[in-house]
């Protein structure tokens, strides 16, 4: 079997053989006695014999994650990376600004030209056949777009649909983000903030709103994470913590997920983090807006409901008149996350315009549709992990260094000093206090600072801190420096909070993020 510690890293053919074999593995595994005539038309499939096929059921039963299904394939795999990190580096960045260029140079002109760059920085330069491989690896529809434009892309590579026809509950997901059409005012002093994003999520059958994430800081990969997790959980008992006795059944995992193009739904963990858990995900096309009319909408009614509460900036200027936002900003952003969920609560119990019926019905009848009910992540820590922000980082003697901080558990003394290892290390930017190590096993391990004096952090806070040490021309490596400097910004932040605007935004956006993080509870022996 493939080593599993980092699913990012598994080369994109073996992936691709693991993602189509767990849309056909998965249902046989739900059956408890396949039907012979399925396990046969499964097994011409996916090509395999019969007792390669009862493998990766039993495989996929103890582990219902993509990743299970993975298995060794001979050879080089085309594109594989066995080339140092720095020859890796030149030839990408000689494929994305010279041979992506409207001049349309040749494979023999790029390898020239990586041989020239890796001239300049001493390197070996790699074989022809190296750089063809780097090449033949990149969508085709991306490089005709780089090198002919986006009319050129579509007009080969666009799918032309036929009628838009979504009948089962969770089988498309749309998700997008807007800024929120009303100033929130900070919890301390109730001075104005800030306009808030909102994440939201919907299922396209029913039209319930399948989860929403509120936030002061700008959409980002996290954010996406967040809503994902928001959408898959039962949402009783948050609606519970709310003061909120509503019913809102939406929970599981979506089997297709659509979003835009933004840089944030584009990360290969974002990517991996999905499919490892069966969900498909695809974007909207270039071009092609009523790809998302349906988000587009429900942001729409979100945002109408939103311009009666007070510090409502409206859609525009001349919708707003005289009318001081800021002035008469009055909410909290608890305060707005209620109303959003009283909001949406409501929403699913009106009659839908399109629909005929109301949201909440017509997910009873979407979910009436489905052949299996819906499947809830075989390891909900994991879930949540496996669409974090990630990077790889050897285990040395003394812990694991990231962003110039050193992190240290027990569990790593297995790894420390080993060269040539690298283990998949992800990170929660609102609290930088712990971090989550993948260890060859595919186990997850949540592993703290080695100094457990130091306080918990927010990446943003760690990046001022090292702004005012740069500045200062000081080490941006040294540990305590940095938390010298951290608390040094907090004390000047907390005196200036009642003063300025920035100094408010910045306090409420570090004390939300601190106090938003859940411990983790990972059980070191894994799931049953």
Same mark, same amino acid.
């Given at each position: 079997?493939?080593?599993?510690?980092?699913? /990012?890293?598994?080369?994109?053919?073996?992936?691709?053989?693991?993602?189509?074999?767990?849309?056909?593995?998965?249902?046989?595994?739900?059956?408890?006695?396949?039907?012979?005539?399925?396990?046969? =038309?499964?097994?011409?499939?996916?090509?395999?014999?019969?007792?390669?096929?009862?493998?990766?059921?039993?495989?996929?039963?103890?582990?219902?994650?993509?990743?299970?299904?993975?298995?060794?394939?001979?050879?080089?795999?085309?594109? !594989?990376?066995?080339?140092?990190?720095?020859?890796?580096?030149?030839?990408?960045?000689?494929?994305?600004? $010279?041979?992506?260029?409207?001049?349309?140079?040749?494979?023999?002109?790029?390898?020239?030209? @990586?041989?020239?760059?890796?001239?300049?920085?001493?390197?070996?330069?790699?074989?022809?056949?190296?750089?063809?491989?780097?090449?033949?690896?990149?969508?085709?529809?991306?490089?005709?777009?780089?090198? &002919?434009?986006?009319?050129?892309?579509?007009?080969?590579?666009?799918?032309?649909? #036929?009628?838009?026809?979504?009948?089962?509950?969770?089988?498309?997901?749309?998700?997008?983000?807007?800024?929120?059409? @009303?100033?929130?005012?900070?919890?301390?002093?109730?001075?104005?903030?800030?306009?808030?994003?909102?994440?939201?999520?919907?299922?396209?059958? =029913?039209?319930?709103?399948?989860?929403?994430?509120?936030?002061?800081?700008?959409?980002?990969?996290?954010?996406?994470?967040?809503?994902?997790?928001?959408?898959?959980?039962?949402?009783?008992?948050?609606?519970?913590?709310?003061?909120?006795?509503?019913?809102?059944?939406?929970?599981?995992?979506?089997?297709?997920?659509? @979003?835009? /193009?933004?840089?944030?739904?584009?990360?290969?963990?974002?990517?991996?983090?999905?499919?490892?858990?069966?969900?498909?995900?695809?974007?909207?096309?270039?071009?092609? %807006?009523?790809?998302?009319?349906?988000?587009?909408?429900?942001?729409?009614?979100?945002?109408?409901?939103?311009?009666?509460?007070?510090?409502?900036? $409206?859609?525009?200027?001349?919708?707003?008149?005289?009318?001081?936002?800021?002035?008469? =900003?009055?909410?909290?952003?608890?305060?707005?996350?209620?109303?959003?969920?009283?909001?949406?609560?409501?929403?699913?119990?009106?009659?839908?315009?399109?629909?005929?019926?109301?949201?909440?019905?017509?997910?009873?009848?979407?979910?009436?549709?489905?052949?299996? %009910?819906?499947?809830?992540?075989?390891?909900?820590? #994991?879930?949540?992990?496996?669409?974090?922000?990630?990077? &790889?980082?050897?285990?040395?003697?003394?812990?694991?260094?990231? $962003?110039?901080?050193?992190?240290?558990?027990?569990?790593?003394?297995?790894?420390?000093?080993?060269?040539?290892?690298?283990?998949?290390? !992800?990170?929660?930017?609102?609290?930088?206090?712990?971090? $989550?190590?993948?260890?060859?096993?595919?186990?997850?391990?949540?592993?703290?600072?080695?100094?457990?004096?130091?306080?918990?952090?927010?990446?943003?806070?760690?990046?001022?801190?090292?702004?005012?040490?740069?500045?200062?021309?000081? =080490?941006?490596?040294?540990?305590?420096?940095?938390?010298?400097?951290?608390?040094?910004?907090?004390?000047?932040?907390?005196?200036?909070?009642?003063?300025?605007?920035?100094?408010?935004?910045?306090?409420?956006?570090?004390?939300?993020?601190?106090?938003?993080?859940?411990?983790? @509870?990972?059980?070191?022996?894994? %799931?049953?």
């Amino acid at each position: 079997m493939v080593d599993r510690s980092d699913i /990012n890293a598994v080369d994109d053919t073996a992936w691709e053989q693991a993602v189509v074999r767990e849309g056909v593995i998965r249902r046989l595994a739900n059956m408890a006695s396949p039907d012979r005539v399925e396990f046969l =038309s499964a097994c011409r499939q996916l090509g395999l014999k019969r007792s390669r096929l009862y493998e990766l059921i039993k495989a996929y039963r103890a582990r219902p994650i993509t990743s299970s299904l993975l298995t060794a394939a001979a050879g080089t795999q085309t594109g !594989s990376r066995r080339l140092p990190e720095g020859i890796e580096a030149v030839i990408a960045g000689a494929i994305e600004d $010279f041979f992506k260029s409207r001049q349309k140079p040749s494979i023999n002109a790029l390898h020239k030209e @990586v041989r020239r760059r890796c001239g300049q920085h001493g390197l070996r330069t790699p074989c022809w056949t190296s750089v063809r491989d780097r090449v033949a690896v990149i969508d085709p529809a991306e490089l005709v777009a780089a090198r &002919e434009g986006a009319k050129a892309a579509r007009s080969r590579y666009h799918p032309v649909p #036929g009628t838009y026809q979504i009948e089962r509950a969770f089988e498309v997901v749309q998700i997008d983000h807007t800024l929120v059409d @009303v100033i929130v005012v900070d919890r301390a002093y109730r001075q104005p903030l800030q306009r808030p994003w909102v994440t939201l999520a919907i299922d396209i059958a =029913s039209r319930m709103v399948a989860g929403f994430y509120l936030t002061l800081e700008p959409p980002s990969a996290l954010s996406v994470a967040l809503v994902i997790q928001h959408l898959v959980q039962p949402k009783l008992d948050w609606l519970g913590s709310l003061g909120i006795d509503a019913d809102w059944p939406t929970a599981g995992l979506p089997e297709t997920i659509h @979003v835009d /193009n933004a840089k944030e739904f584009h990360s290969k963990a974002m990517r991996r983090g999905a499919e490892e858990h069966g969900i498909s995900l695809q974007y909207r096309p270039i071009g092609a %807006p009523h790809y998302g009319g349906h988000i587009e909408r429900l942001i729409g009614t979100m945002m109408g409901a939103a311009h009666l509460l007070p510090g409502s900036t $409206f859609s525009n200027i001349k919708d707003r008149g005289d009318y001081d936002s800021a002035a008469k =900003s009055a909410m909290t952003l608890d305060e707005l996350e209620r109303w959003f969920a009283l909001e949406i609560t409501r929403y699913h119990a009106e009659r839908h315009r399109s629909l005929g019926i109301p949201p909440i019905a017509a997910w009873q009848d979407a979910y009436g549709r489905r052949d299996l %009910p819906l499947r809830m992540p075989y390891d909900p820590e #994991g879930f949540r992990i496996d669409f974090l922000p990630a990077v &790889e980082r050897m285990v040395r003697r003394d812990g694991i260094h990231l $962003f110039g901080l050193r992190y240290w558990d027990d569990v790593l003394s297995i790894w420390a000093g080993r060269e040539g290892r690298q283990l998949r290390v !992800s990170y929660d930017p609102r609290d930088l206090s712990t971090v $989550f190590v993948r260890g060859p096993d595919g186990q997850r391990y949540p592993v703290r600072f080695a100094d457990l004096r130091h306080p918990p952090i927010t990446l943003a806070e760690h990046r001022r801190a090292q702004t005012v040490l740069r500045e200062r021309g000081r =080490s941006l490596e040294d540990e305590n420096l940095i938390f010298a400097v951290i608390e040094e910004q907090r004390a000047l932040v907390d005196v200036a909070a009642g003063k300025t605007r920035e100094a408010r935004r910045f306090a409420e956006r570090r004390d939300r993020a601190l106090a938003s993080v859940e411990p983790p @509870v990972i059980d070191r022996n894994g %799931p049953d």
